[in-house]
């Protein structure tokens, strides 16, 4: 569409809002435009990820270790997405509760998504650890009540959203960052 986007527009505009928000916000479709735009991303996307998408490193190993506590799943993706996602990554038998942008009226960066998953495992969300890779997912957890660790390869210009950061759940500080 000749859209450029640079690395640190996406992490901030883009990256943890559901499509068709960024969609509507950020390129101006509506209707049927946006749909047809909506589902040509899904497809190219689907094509990548079947080849190369693995769970982060670390993450099973942890989701393991922590298999008695509560968790949630809050993302951005419509449901039929990311259920295809956790299937095919053998991960969504290792959470309690799913939430999806379909599950929500406001996805990131309201708090909402986040406030529904710490309802669906019975959790107070103050009481939570969010793990998040986004600025807008970041600002939901916090806005949320949640204590919030931030993951991938840097903090950049969100640092000061996260409690903690981690690269991945290799990280041997993780487990004292979750359990203190």
């Known amino acids: 569409m000749g859209i450029t986007v640079d690395e640190d527009a996406y992490l901030r505009d883009f990256a943890g809002k559901p499509g068709m928000q960024i969609i509507r916000d950020h390129v101006g479709l509506k209707g049927d435009d946006a749909v047809s735009l909506y589902e040509r991303v899904t497809n190219n996307y689907w094509q990548l990820a079947v080849e190369h998408a693995q769970p982060t490193a670390g993450v099973v190993a942890f989701l393991d270790r922590i298999a008695s506590v509560p968790k949630a799943i809050c993302t951005s993706a419509q449901r039929d997405s990311a259920l295809r996602m956790l299937d095919m990554l053998d991960l969504t038998r290792r959470f309690d509760a799913i939430v999806t942008a379909t599950d929500v009226t406001l996805g990131k960066p309201d708090p909402e998504p986040f406030v529904l998953a710490a309802a669906r495992i019975g959790i ?11 600025t807008n997912g970041l600002i939901a957890a916090r806005a ?3 204590t919030c660790i ?8 969100t640092a000061e959203l996260a409690d903690g950061w981690i690269v991945d759940f290799a990280n041997p500080a993780l487990d004292r960052m979750v359990m203190e």
Do not use: N
């Open 124 to 134: 107070d969300p103050t009481l939570c650890v969010a793990f998040e890779d986004s």
């Open 144 to 146: 949320a009540g949640m």
């Open 150 to 157: 931030g993951i991938g390869p840097g903090t950049g210009a």
